[in-house]
Antibody
Framework: QVQLQESGPGLVKPLQTLSLTCTVS??????????WSWIRQPPGKGLEWIGY???????YYNPSLKSRITISVDTSKNQFSLNLSSVTAADTAVYYC???????????WGQGTLVTVSS | DIQMTQSPSFVSASVGDRVTITCRAS??????LAWYQQKPGKAPKVLIY???SLQSGVPSRFSGSGSGTDFTLTISSLQPEDFATYYC?????????FGQGTKLEIK
């Protein structure tokens, strides 16, 4: 079955750019109608949808974060990535990558990676 | 954005109890709703999609119902492994949004 794994720094300084990569295994990013997505969860809080990328490169971002987000895909590496610029302490969260299926359901998730914004 | 409101935020119950969690959308979302279970330190796991369809591998004690703006998740007979936090998520329109969560605790 499909597996997703996040990777990237666990600590980012304020005003710098948070960069994470999600590696997909046992399944192709280019195969099927899936929305490859990022979702985050601040410690002790609920889930916030960040955005998605389709294998073609089409993206949709949460308007609340749109000015700071870039999501990209590298189909040759079976990876997609998140860049979030000008971070503040409010961006401290567990970041998940997940596969969104055609009915809008997230059926496969990475284990999550905690990113702390602190000087 | 579509706002999703769950109730209650906390529920205390015993093994064998029947539990119902409610999710209300700020506007109609047809049947574009999913339910997730999350345990501490783990990623969410989908239980129900399209409001009432059981995800493969999920026990049949979980069921979902509703359409439009009002939805419910029912656990017919609580098992020890069901104590977790539950989230609803609307998939009607982007940006997708989640409810604030319902924490199910052992009484």
């Amino acid at each position: 079955q499909v597996q997703l794994q996040e990777s990237g720094p666990g600590l980012v300084k304020p005003l710098q750019t948070l960069s994470l990569t999600c590696t997909v295994s046992d399944g192709s990013i280019s195969g099927g109608d899936y929305y490859w997505s990022w979702i985050r969860q601040p410690p002790g809080k609920g889930l916030e949808w960040i955005g998605y990328i389709y294998y073609s490169g089409f993206t949709y971002y949460n308007p609340s974060l749109k000015s700071r987000i870039t999501i990209s895909v590298d189909t040759s590496k079976n990876q997609f990535s998140l860049n979030l610029s000008s971070v503040t302490a409010a961006d401290t969260a567990v970041y998940y990558c997940a596969r969104g299926a055609i009915l809008g359901t997230y059926d496969y998730w990475g284990q999550g990676t905690l990113v702390t914004v602190s000087s | 954005d579509i706002q999703m409101t769950q109730s209650p935020s906390f529920v205390s119950a015993s093994v064998g109890d029947r539990v119902t969690i409610t999710c209300r959308a700020s506007q109609g979302i047809s049947s574009w709703l999913a339910w997730y279970q999350q345990k501490p330190g783990k990623a969410p796991k989908v239980l129900i999609y399209a409001a009432s369809s059981l995800q493969s591998g999920v026990p049949s004690r979980f069921s979902g119902s509703g359409s439009g703006t009002d939805f419910t998740l029912t656990i017919s007979s609580l098992q020890p492994e069901d104590f977790a936090t539950y989230y609803c998520q609307q998939a009607n329109s982007f940006p997708y949004t989640f409810g604030q969560g319902t924490k199910l605790e052992i009484k």
